[in-house]
């Protein structure tokens, strides 16, 4: 298993990956063979590697001339010039003229200049050290001639940087003259569009005595009147005298004017005029205020509500309410700038279509009349005139249109002619630190590449056998540990509990630890409990089943010439009729069972039934045989014939007998058994429960498991256990306990008497008190299609009423359908799985086919304290072999 298990704390996160990342130790053997491969390929790498020599040159970039013209940092301006720099170095033009200098590479050359220019990139270096200076380095397979190559491209560098930067400066500055000429003509042509402007509407300034040819305006009127609009606009001669005449038709002129922009003004009839033009200008300034302040309002409330909302709506009338204060304002500001009065104001207000047509025509009459005396004047009334010419005939047009397009004239002009002067500044700043830059360059003082370390005689190989051979040493053992952990993250095998867990699938019941290697049990023959064997069993005619030599060392043998004791109940001696089983007489006792002169303890017997206890003193305290004994059903006096009856004893003289298989187990190992038969003994509730042992495939030690876990669950005859032989293609119980046991003692065999139509009880082996067993007399059943008969099924049902539990080793789960006739037959399966053996694969695959009706979960075998990798090894003939 490669993949992680999903714990909840980073703790136990950590410790599996730490504990999958440890399994790169089973494959110690492919990465150890790998890497002395790889180690090989290197040293006969080193030693057919040729010595390579490098040298190297330092350059400095510098700057002695501050010219403005790179206002970088140092680290944009070698971000800037490095990539420069080193496409100047490997240029093919530079590096083909160093090929033929120093005939490198003549075999290429001979065939390709381009293939020697490749080749020799490949051996060019060039890097920036810091801001200011960078390295240029050549390998080669002779030191002189390294130092030579790297001397001749630093210089080559410099020569060819210098060549550049005189040209680029030089370039430059023929370009900033040109321009320079261009912003030249363009401020002559704005100042001379300028001037021709103000020759042409003296009444203009440029700034506060800028120009001497500016006009200078005459006060008209009495002091303290606003001079009016004609006077303003006709031209005047700040030497000549005023025409009274002139004078007079202007006033008049401003007065008409007045009048007729009075009338059309939006003003109140009734609102008083201010006093002065200062208050009228203050009062003009407030509305335009407002009328800014209210278009504020109404913005700010359009950006959150709608136009048709009432805040808008309101937010509307006050602009409004503001631009008519405004225009009336501006109304009054004009009245007093011309000089009416309250009276002629509401005159003007009140004129009638005639009224205001009569005005309109004595305003052009006065235009013709002061356009004519300063004619006369000398010529002074053309822009009058041709202000005259120009506005409307009709009395709404004025002549504030007029003086809209001189004023935008005019800004315009301004504006041309300051843009033209800013840009020749620029330009002839521009131009200077390009001369600068320029002379700099042709005297080789602005910018410059200097070599601070010329190119030296290496002492040393760049790159010699040692580092060829460390460098191969490196990858190889890097490829050598990724082989391992790709090996490691591929690998299916089920290791520890972790991969249980990470597969999502039947819980973990117990862990059991690596046992450490035994020998086999010693092979022991049964004490029979028969005094002959069944009619029709194989090899026998009658005659007692067991060794001849056992009943002459019987007390009481026909060989002493003493009877035989009693047999009562024994339904197996041939076809006649059984006697009435002594167990279901009145007052009937175990004791009843053995022959004369045996007893039994009081403390061995059992709830219903005991193993059977020694009669006399034998050497080494051993059992010797006793009579038949009959199981008799807890609760089931109405039976007439027992079901289950015991056919013999194992006796071992000289050791534990089976118990041998506990005696040196560690103690995980105990603890993990009964902590396995405290989960069976939740299951079990105090009802009889047959637990199935199965594995995925074979040599997953299940047969061995089933056996400890019988006997824990027999542990101080707190339970009535039976190990059955439920693997009939390849009985193994017997043989990994050690017994010899009679033909007709094989479960199949008493299966396929059943079938046969011959009703006896099922035959046992008492191995302890509360410990029996059900197996196959050899390594192979007498007839393996018996499990899959419906008397199995009933023979594991009449088990269960004898029984508080039936463990069964079945058979392996893939490849055959037996072990889902013993998921029928019993009331749960143990599914067993053998570290570093089991592929998470095979037990996935063994749970679908058994289902989740009676998978109690998984236990898994032989955990190793470092992952191991193991080989399905079975050996026929070797059952004791702890991989079958």
């Not at 006065?366 to 009709?394: C, S, W, Y």
């Not at 009669?615 to 009579?627: E, F, K, R, T």
């Not at 035959?763 to 007839?783: K, R, T």
């Amino acid at each position: 298993m490669s993949s992680l298990s999903t714990e909840s704390t980073p703790r136990e996160r950590l410790d599996r990956a730490i504990s999958v990342l440890g399994r790169v130790r089973m494959y110690w053997r492919s990465v150890a063979a790998m890497i002395a491969v790889g180690l090989s390929i290197s040293l006969a790498l080193a030693l057919a590697t040729k010595r390579v020599w490098r040298s190297e040159a330092t350059i400095l970039y510098r700057e002695t001339i501050q010219t403005g013209r790179d206002p970088q940092s140092s680290t944009a301006r070698a971000a800037r010039l490095g990539p420069k720099l080193k496409d100047t170095l490997i240029a093919r033009g530079t590096l083909a003229g160093v090929i033929e200098a120093f005939g490198l590479y003549p075999e290429k050359s001979a065939r390709s200049m381009v293939e020697a220019v490749e080749e020799m990139k490949d051996h060019v270096g060039f890097r920036a050290q810091s801001s200011d200076t960078y390295v240029i380095s050549f390998t080669h397979d002779d030191p002189l001639i390294a130092q030579q190559v790297a001397a001749r491209l630093t210089q080559i560098l410099i020569d060819d940087y210098r060549r550049d930067s005189l040209g680029a400066a030089t370039m430059t500055r023929d370009f900033l003259r040109r321009e320079l000429d261009e912003a030249s003509a363009k401020v002559e042509e704005a100042s001379r569009a300028l001037a021709t402007f103000l020759a042409r509407n003296p009444q203009f300034q440029w700034g506060l005595n800028d120009s001497p040819y500016a006009p200078v305006p005459q006060p008209l009127g009495p002091p303290g009147a606003p001079a009016p609009a004609a006077a303003r606009a006709a031209p005047a001669q700040p030497a000549r005298p005023a025409d009274p005449q002139l004078v007079a038709l202007e006033r008049q002129l401003a007065r008409v004017e007045a009048l007729l922009g009075a009338a059309r003004s939006p003003a109140a009839p009734g609102r008083p005029l201010p006093p002065s033009v200062l208050e009228a200008q203050r009062a003009r300034d407030a509305a335009a205020a407002a009328v800014v302040s209210a278009e504020a309002a109404l913005a700010e409330k359009l950006a959150t509500v709608t136009p048709i909302h009432p805040d808008a709506i309101g937010a509307k009338r006050r602009v409004e309410a503001a631009r008519s204060q405004l225009a009336a304002a501006e109304s009054a500001l004009r009245l007093v700038r011309a000089g009416l009065t309250e009276a002629s104001s509401g005159e003007a207000r009140a004129l009638t279509p005639p009224r205001r047509a009569a005005l309109a025509a004595e305003r052009s009459a006065l235009l013709r009349q002061i356009a004519g005396l300063r004619a006369r004047h000398g010529g002074g009334g053309t822009a009058v005139v041709d202000e005259a010419r120009r506005a409307p005939a009709g009395p709404d047009g004025g002549a504030e249109e007029r003086v809209i397009e001189l004023e935008t004239e005019w800004h315009r002009l301004r504006l041309d002619l300051e843009r033209a002067r800013e840009y020749l500044k620029t330009v002839q700043a521009n131009e200077r630190a390009a001369n600068l830059s320029a002379d700099a360059a042709e005297n080789k003082s602005e910018t410059e590449l200097d070599v601070l370390d010329p190119a030296y005689l290496p002492s040393r190989p760049d790159r010699g056998r040692g580092r060829v051979f460390f460098a191969g040493a490196a990858v190889t053992f890097f490829f050598a540990l990724g082989v391992a952990g790709a090996r490691v993250l591929l690998n299916d095998t089920v290791y520890d509990g972790g991969d249980i867990h990470a597969l999502g699938g039947p819980a973990l019941l117990a862990a059991m630890p690596e046992l450490p290697a035994r020998p086999p049990l010693r092979e022991r023959a049964i004490v029979p409990a028969y005094s002959a064997a069944p009619t029709g069993a194989p090899g026998t005619s009658g005659e007692p089943t067991g060794a001849p030599d056992d009943d002459a060392e019987r007390p009481g043998a026909p060989g002493d010439g003493a009877e035989p004791p009693a047999v009562p109940g024994d339904s197996i001696a041939g076809p006649s009729a059984p006697a009435e089983p002594a167990s279901a007489r009145p007052g009937f006792t175990l004791e009843d069972t053995l022959p004369d002169g045996l007893e039994l303890d009081d403390g061995d017997v059992g709830p219903a039934w005991s193993a059977p206890e020694p009669s006399w003193s034998a050497p080494g305290g051993s059992l010797a045989c006793v009579g038949p004994r009959h199981l008799a059903y807890v609760g089931g006096a109405g039976f007439r014939e027992p079901e289950v009856e015991i056919l013999g004893a194992d006796v071992d003289p000289e050791g534990c007998g089976v118990f041998e298989l506990l005696r040196d187990a560690p103690a995980p190992a105990l603890a993990a058994l009964r902590v396995l038969r405290h989960r069976l003994d939740q299951r079990r509730g105090g009802e009889p429960l047959a637990i199935a042992v199965v594995s995925p495939g074979r040599a997953e030690g299940k047969t061995a498991l089933a056996a400890r876990l019988a006997m824990t669950l027999a542990e101080a005859e707190r339970a009535r256990v039976l190990l059955v032989e439920g693997h009939l293609a390849r009985p193994r119980v017997a043989a990994l306990l050690g017994l010899r046991l009679p033909p007709h003692a094989g479960f199949s065999e008493q299966l396929r008497r059943r079938m046969a139509g011959e009703a006896r009880p099922l035959g046992v082996i008492a191995l302890s008190p509360s410990l029996s067993v059900l197996a196959e007399p050899s390594l192979e059943a007498s007839y393996p299609a018996a499990l899959h008969s419906v008397h199995f099924e009933a023979a594991m049902r009449t088990l269960r009423r004898y029984f508080d539990y039936v463990v069964i080793d079945g058979p392996p789960v893939l490849g055959s359908g037996d072990a889902n006739v013993i998921e029928d037959a019993s009331d749960g399966i143990v599914l067993v799985a053998r570290a570093s053996l089991t592929r998470a694969s095979s037990l996935t695959r063994a749970a679908e086919q058994l289902g989740e009706r009676r998978i109690l979960g998984v236990v898994l075998n032989d955990i190793a304290a470092r992952p191991v990798a193991r080989k399905r090894i079975c050996i026929e003939g070797e059952p004791a072999q702890r991989s079958c």
